[in-house]
């Protein structure tokens, strides 16, 4: 009896996470690999409500992953691609996909992550971002990318994850190159949007988790050539959290490049009308195709 007990109890507890419901993202992407969910990925984040949209569009209560593809011109295709985490605090997921379509149009692959929510589990978003590296190393040959060139780019909370997966990642693992928008990257209250780091680590995080999870302590030589941009008016998250993380870079000796734009406040990556957003998509050009000529150097050396 109460082996049937618990097997009817485990059978409830299934169909629960199992009914969860989840959303599709309206896009026109090549492609949509729905990757995992909490009951399939190495770690859950406890999400119980189903998938919804709030009144601005965004995505809350995300507990499936999902890759949203877009493939690059193969006119210009640079054979680079990238993978792009979106911001909302770790609280919600911003949807935007113009910074998908623009790399798409100039060569890079795209992929647009529909990452889970961390809810106080530091390990999910992590995991999330180093699967869809994968994906794309993996179906490289396919997608006709050098899977040697996989780079992550984000903005806010999704520019901390950027810079997370570029320090938590093994070397031999790590992404090639890193676009961070007004970033997420230190704990401390007077620098940094707080409610990032309560909901990644949880309410009860301990000093030393602040220090630890405060990614300008966890730049290494290894770290990834790395882009910031940033405004000087950004009242969300102040531009100190960017500064520690290029000095960090700097010191290490790792190549990287930051520029700060006059006005545009917090969340401009996506405006169609952003005043410098000629300027930022000019900068992005310029330092990949930097990189792209530092890598022709090196192999030509090898050679």
């Not at 601005?56 to 691609?81: C, M, P, Q, W």
């Not at 060139?149 to 909370?157: D, I, L, Q, R, Y």
């Not at 870079?249 to 917090?266: E, T």
Request: proline share 5%; charged share 25%.
């Amino acid at each position: 009896m109460k082996r049937l007990l618990a097997l009817l109890l485990l059978t409830a507890s299934t169909l629960g996470v199992s009914a969860q419901k989840t959303v599709e993202l309206k896009c026109n992407a090549d492609e949509v690999i729905r990757w995992w969910d909490n009951r399939t990925a190495p770690h859950s984040n406890g999400e119980t409500e189903d998938e919804a949209f709030d009144k601005k569009g965004n995505v809350i209560h995300s507990s499936e992953t999902a890759f949203y593809l877009f493939k690059a011109d193969e006119a210009v295709n640079t054979r680079r691609s990238v993978v792009i985490f979106p911001g909302g605090g770790y609280y919600k997921l911003s949807i935007n996909f113009r910074l998908a379509e623009w790399f798409a149009k100039h060569g890079v692959t795209a992929m647009f992550v529909k990452y889970r929510l961390p809810n106080g589990v530091k390990e999910v978003p992590l995991e999330d971002a180093q699967a869809a590296m994968g994906y794309l190393r993996k179906h490289a040959k396919r997608l006709n990318i050098d899977p040697s060139k996989v780079g992550v780019c984000g903005n806010s909370a999704g520019g901390h994850l950027a810079a997370y997966v570029s320090n938590f990642t093994p070397d031999n693992e790590k992404p090639a190159w890193a676009i961070l928008f007004y970033p997420v990257i230190t704990e401390p209250e007077w620098h940094t949007h707080n409610y990032t780091f309560r909901n990644l680590l949880g309410k009860e995080r301990t000093p030393a988790e602040k220090q630890y999870y405060a990614l300008e302590n966890r730049v290494t030589s290894a770290t990834p050539p790395t882009m910031i941009l940033v405004t000087d008016d950004d009242t969300t998250v102040p531009n100190i959290s960017s500064l520690l993380y290029y000095e960090a870079l700097k010191r290490h000796g790792v190549k990287a490049a930051m520029h700060i734009y006059p006005s545009g406040g917090h969340g401009w990556a996506g405006r169609k009308g952003y005043i410098y957003r000629s300027s930022f998509l000019s900068h992005i050009e310029d330092w990949l195709a930097e990189l792209d000529e530092a890598d022709n150097k090196t192999d030509n050396t090898r050679k």
